[in-house]
């Protein structure tokens, strides 16, 4: 069993950084794949970025690539998502994820342990 929580969300202007963190307890981190995803409000959740157990393989969205990184401690135990050059369109609630999956191609169903989600609101 693995907890995620996740800390950092804001409202905040469009062109500036944030860094959203998510902070794991339970099982070994160091055993999961770790992601973020983000639901917009009427939209479905999306894949943003997902970092392997040692963080030698990532994997960014289009939308995000060049603009955000994901990174981990795995001896603190956590998960970063830089993000800059904010956009309007970056607003969602962003979720944690953790898989027990080296190959999870991204998909929801691949991942086991949630967050609870941080707000993000970019205003133009």
């Known amino acids: 069993q693995v907890q995620l929580v996740e800390s950092g969300g804001g409202l905040v202007q469009a062109g500036v950084s944030l860094r959203l963190s998510c902070a794991a307890s339970g099982r070994t981190f160091s055993d999961y794949t770790m992601a973020w995803f983000r639901q917009a409000p009427w939209k479905g959740r999306e894949f943003v970025a997902e970092?392997?157990?040692?963080?030698?393989?990532?994997y960014y969205a289009d939308s995000v690539k060049g603009r955000f990184t994901i990174s981990r401690d795995n001896a603190k135990k956590m998960l970063y998502l830089h993000m800059n050059s904010l956009k309007p369109e970056d607003t969602a609630v962003y979720y944690c994820?953790?898989?027990?999956?080296?190959?999870?191609?991204?998909?929801?169903?691949?991942?086991?342990?949630w967050g609870q989600g941080t707000q993000v609101t970019v205003s133009s």
């Open positions: 994820a953790a898989s027990r999956s080296y190959d999870t191609r991204r998909a929801e169903s691949l991942y086991d342990y």
């Open positions: 970092i392997s157990w040692i963080g030698d393989v990532i």
